[in-house]
């Protein structure tokens, strides 16, 4: 199994960013998928999590309201959309695929994609 994320980049206090991950080599959705994120010398903390049909999700406290998290089973992928941006959104986010259902837990998601970088500027 691959993911591939993408869609970090640099964006002001208040506005929006998309992220996206693709997953290839197994059927997708045999697989709920997780965003977590991760600052320097941090741990990995999860943010949003989505199950295999997309009927249920999850998010962290202070996501809710602020974030999305989807997911197109045709196109294999999961989306975070993220709005009303701040400063201390500025870290590495990572996709993940657990074959568990959703889970708030890095250790129970078997897969992990590169991740990818948003910096939110004051």
């Known amino acids: 199994v691959q993911l591939q994320a993408s869609g970090g980049g640099l964006v002001q206090a208040g506005g929006s960013l998309r992220l996206s991950c693709a997953l290839s080599?197994?059927?997708?959705?045999?697989?709920?998928m997780g965003w977590f994120r991760q600052a320097p010398g941090k741990e990995r903390e999860f943010v949003a999590a989505?199950?295999?049909?997309?009927?249920?999700?999850s998010y962290k406290d202070s996501a809710k309201g602020r974030f999305t998290v989807s997911r197109d089973n045709a196109k294999n992928t999961v989306y975070l959309q993220m709005n009303s941006l701040k400063p201390e959104d500025t870290v590495v986010y990572y996709c993940a695929a657990s074959p568990q259902g959703i889970k708030f837990y890095a250790l129970n998601y078997d897969y992990w994609g590169q991740g990818t970088l948003v910096t939110v500027s004051s």
């Open positions: 080599g197994r059927t997708f959705t045999f697989y709920a």
């Open positions: 989505i199950s295999r049909s997309g009927g249920s999700t």
